[in-house]
């Protein structure tokens, strides 16, 4: 894993500054309406009731947090490099919404984000596998789950993870979230990508 020190450096030189999303996460906001709570308004598209809460984690720069935060959620944002989370109140600032920003190693023993404390959580190109059941539990129950990030594909080409320690087995994303008997996800959406770069992304339900 790469040191707070160097991914600060990356953030502050303006590297994965793009504001951008990934497509996955516009893909996943049709499901949106299904979070326990969700109220529509008046003319499409419907938005969240207020109060309704998404968490960004591994946030980066702030692209996703910042557009979950356009779209009516109350974003918490979290990242272990302040440099990426300042640029994600940047972010935030230009683009008149307002996120919580939070500075945390995800990585470690100790990390807490709450015990149902969120209605959606997004999860782009961060893989620590130990983190799965910290997900399930700060998730609300009816709360969605997006996640995409790199699998064993990657290896096809170039750039990327090329540890099997940050890349998915086949079908390993779809395995995690829809087994278990205590623990099994609805599984409204999943993908497999090969084609360019190899990734993996799922749209699940808390039950």
């Not at 099997?164 to 829809?178: A, G, I, Q, T, V």
Request: overall charge negative; some cysteine.
């Amino acid at each position: 894993m790469s040191s707070v020190a160097e991914w600060d450096a990356r953030f502050a030189r303006g590297d994965h500054a793009s504001p951008e999303i990934d497509p996955f996460l516009a893909v996943s906001a049709k499901y949106w309406p299904l979070v326990p709570g969700w109220q529509p308004v008046q003319g499409p598209p419907a938005k969240p009731a207020a109060g309704l809460k998404a968490l960004d984690v591994a946030c980066g720069a702030g692209r996703h947090a910042v557009q979950l935060a356009e779209a009516g959620f109350a974003v918490t944002a979290v990242d272990f490099s302040s440099q990426g989370l300042l640029a994600a109140r940047e972010l935030a600032r230009s683009r008149q919404v307002n996120i919580e920003t939070r500075q945390a190693d995800l990585e470690a023993e100790s990390v807490e984000l709450g015990d149902a404390a969120f209605d959606l959580i997004a999860v782009f190109f961060y893989l620590h596998r130990p983190l799965f059941a910290h997900l399930r539990t700060c998730l609300r129950a009816g709360g969605l789950l997006v996640y995409k990030t790199y699998s064993v594909d990657q290896l096809r080409h170039p750039g990327g993870p090329r540890h099997p320690m940050y890349l998915l087995e086949h079908n390993e994303l779809l395995k995690e979230f829809s087994s278990g008997e205590f623990s099994a996800f609805r599984v409204l959406r999943y993908e497999e990508e090969w084609e360019g770069r190899g990734t993996a992304a799922l749209v699940a339900q808390k039950p």
